[in-house]
């Protein structure tokens, strides 16, 4: 165990998070180490250069990897600057003095302060690598009310536009793949008008030959154009879903959507998006400029025939458009009965083991037949239009050829066309009717891809907890807790479930939160972890409100054990480290003796590696309840949340978890919400809440001898 704790330590020393904590510090954009970090994907493992750039950027810093490869080739103007040496990862350098032989550093994994080297050592010490660090004029936060302008979907054409040098290229190639398809029928026509009648052999194999570089020309193209098809689409992809995923974490609750099933089905859309904007899209609209060059070359060479494709294609728009106009209906009706299937499938999956219980199969049965017989008999009549639109168009485009045929003949037979001529005009028929065809299946895809983008929107218009402001930074909260003149209630709710909470809980208290269920309890908890904003008044934490204090630093100091123990996939150690990565094995072994977890890992081989399902399956709920009340001492919290913590536990575990609690609070503040007496032993103060409204406050002794009180708390 030592050893391992002594290599969990070791790791705690990230130098460049280290050195962008005291960038932030001295650019005055104060911040904590665990926000500086939050929504990046480090997880038990330390920051690159890649997140380095992302968490500068979040606090008005922007960073650039440049090479020098001299120290003294690092300009004086952009100091502080990160550089990477051999010895050390990475360090700060303040200042440096050739003449004097002087360089001044910060580097993490000596000191907190600043250190002398000879610049000769610095020197030989550098590898040639910076990150180049200035604050920017953020204009937006000071300004945003009055200048901003809503810019929906934003974040869809923001990152479309980012792919610009693939689109470019994409089009460029299209354009030569386009030039090169009047190779052929050119060839062709010349074979059949003017190699056959007058022999010349010799002429057609130089024509062959330039055909054959035409189509090796062609096949590479195809294949580069193709790549950064890919190449757009796969970053577009990694992007977006970033966003959207980001996005996702860091959504209000009181923002998020009430069916998870709806919510999910949602952000799947984001494929038919995507294949929509960076697939056949970009080539059917590069291909429909060529459209009028085919034409013009088919009456060029065949006169009238260019009006057999003319018509072919109003033809093939006009259906195409009519047949949009009835799936227009069918494709919503499609999305939405989607959602509810996926709704009914998310509920039967999370919760299958209270179906059985309660003998629930036949409703949720019930319940997904209808969704999928309404899917399916919408999605039916929309793939039936589809289907129709599509062979209604290939029909057509074989009919025009037939159509050039039958006209060319009767053309030729008056001397004013040749046979090599009716073919060419042929082959630039279909090439020409072929952009209609996929401009139809657009026009077939759009409605849906519309809907997508729509509900994709939204979610992405849905407020946040982190927005675009500078918050307090306050990474060290002692405990005092005021609510001052607290209403609340929740969205597309037309009544409060606080009305008026006035209350104070000083640094050290210990109180529990008594009441009928719906009187507002879990409700007073949640707005402390800034989880629902008041709806009126405010909720201060040391005195301030905690509207204005950096999300991740208040919820670091608080340990919350909700009433409903979740668990992720993944270890008892991963699951009790969620919030804390790089907590010592010390930490985690003594804050799962204090939970219990470490009584009931005894009789597991794994130990603190034993792999839990998801929801942590496979755990009883007792075990489940002791892993989050692990999870939430493990950073020794300066506020405990407890709502009821032993809820799923016997009376020997809780009297033995009430014992060892009582054990190790001395200075956090503490909150218990309860339902039993036995918890009361912790506390000092009691607040009792009746329908929103605090009804007792004070002594337990003092509240309990209050009839009313007692009544409330009697359920």
């Known amino acids: 165990m030592e050893d391992k704790t002594v290599n969990q330590n070791e790791r705690r020393v990230d130098s460049l998070l280290e ?32 997140n380095f750039i992302k968490a500068s950027k979040k606090i008005g810093l ?32 303040l200042d440096y003095d050739i003449e004097n032989n002087i360089s001044k550093v910060i580097i993490p994994e000596l000191s907190d302060g600043e250190i002398e080297l000879p610049f000769e050592e610095l020197e030989s010490l550098y590898v040639g690598k910076v990150i180049i660090i200035k604050p920017v004029y953020n204009f937006e936060n000071r300004a945003s009310k009055m200048l901003s302008i809503t810019e929906p979907k934003k974040w869809f054409w923001g990152t479309m536009k980012r792919n610009k040098e693939f689109y470019t290229r994409i089009i460029v190639a299209s354009i030569f793949i386009n030039i090169f398809v009047l190779a052929l029928p050119l060839f062709i026509m010349n074979v059949y008008d003017r190699i056959l009648p007058n022999n010349a052999i010799e002429s057609l194999w130089a024509l062959a030959i330039g055909v054959f570089v035409v189509m090796i020309f062609d096949f590479a193209l195809k294949s580069i154009r193709a790549y950064y098809i890919g190449m757009a689409s796969k970053r577009a992809d990694i992007v977006m879903s970033n966003k ?21 089905n949602r952000l799947h859309s ?12 970009i080539t059917a609209l590069v291909d429909v400029p060529f459209v009028f060059i085919f034409v013009a070359i088919i009456f060029y060479i065949g006169g009238p025939l260019g009006w057999i494709p003319v018509l072919t294609i109003i033809l093939s728009l006009l259906f195409s458009y009519f047949m949009q106009t009835k799936t227009k209906n069918l494709v919503a009706s499609t999305i939405k009965e989607e959602q509810l299937k ?34 399916a008999y919408f999605g039916e009549k929309a793939q039936l239009l589809t289907q129709v639109a599509s062979n209604f168009t290939d029909f057509l485009s074989k009919f025009s050829n037939v159509a050039i045929i039958v006209f060319g003949v009767y053309i030729a037979t008056s001397g004013d066309m040749t046979m090599g001529a009716i073919v060419a005009a042929m082959m630039l028929n279909r090439r020409a009717v072929a952009p209609a065809s996929k401009i139809v299946t657009l026009v077939i895809k759009y409605d849906r891809t519309v809907v997508a983008l729509k509900n994709l929107d939204e979610i992405m218009q849905m407020d946040v907890e982190k927005e675009n402001k500078v918050y307090l930074s306050r990474p060290e909260l002692k405990g005092d807790i005021e609510f001052k003149d607290v209403s609340f209630s929740y969205k597309n709710h037309n009544y409060e479930v606080l009305k008026s909470i006035n209350l104070k809980i000083k640094q050290g208290e210990k109180v529990a939160i008594l009441g009928k269920i719906g009187s507002g309890k879990s409700t007073l908890i949640k707005l402390i972890q800034n ?3 008041p709806t009126k008044g405010s909720v201060l934490i040391d005195n301030t409100d905690v509207r204005q204090i950096d999300p991740v630093d208040l919820r670091k100091a608080i340990g919350v054990v909700p009433q409903e123990p979740f668990l992720f996939m993944g270890s008892v150690k991963d699951n009790i480290t969620i919030g804390d990565p790089f907590a010592t094995d010390e930490e985690i072994l003594n804050a799962s003796k204090i939970s219990g977890v470490h009584d009931f890992l005894g009789k597991h081989e794994s130990g ?17 309840q002791a892993i989050t009340l692990a999870r939430a001492l493990v950073g020794n919290p300066h506020f405990m949340i407890l709502d009821e913590p ?16 009582n054990s190790i609070l001395s200075n956090q503040t503490v909150i218990v919400v309860t339902h039993k007496f036995s918890l009361l032993s912790i506390v000092d103060r009691v607040i009792v809440l009746d329908d929103g409204k605090i009804i007792a406050d004070g002594p337990k002794d003092k509240v309990f001898g209050n009839n009313k009180a007692v009544k409330s708390q009697d359920e």
């Open 19 to 50: 050195n962008l904590f005291f960038l932030s510090k001295y650019y005055q954009r104060n911040s904590s180490k665990d926000s500086l970090i939050d929504g990046l994907s480090i997880f038990n493992e330390v920051m690159n250069v890649n």
């Open 62 to 93: 922007i960073s650039k990897f440049v090479t020098r490869e001299k120290i003294e080739d690092i300009s004086k103007y952009t100091l502080p600057t990160v550089i990477f040496t051999n010895k050390y990862e990475s360090m700060v350098l």
């Open 244 to 264: 959207i995923f980001d996005h996702i974490l860091n959504l209000r609750l009181d923002s998020k959507p009430a069916s998870t099933g709806m919510f999910v």
């Open 270 to 281: 984001f494929e038919a998006i995507r294949e929509f904007f960076t697939t056949a899209t």
């Open 342 to 375: 996926q709704t009914s499938l998310n509920e039967t999956v999370t919760g299958l083991e209270i179906i059985k219980s309660v003998r629930g199969q036949n409703r949720m049965k019930t319940h997904f037949d209808k969704s999928l017989g309404q899917t």
């Open 531 to 533: 989880l629902y904003v």
């Open 608 to 624: 603190y590696d034993f792999i839990v399902g998801e929801r942590g399956e496979g755990l009883s709920g007792g075990e489940r």
């Open 646 to 661: 032993t809820n799923s536990m016997d009376k020997q575990t809780e009297k033995a978890f009430i014992k060892r609690l």
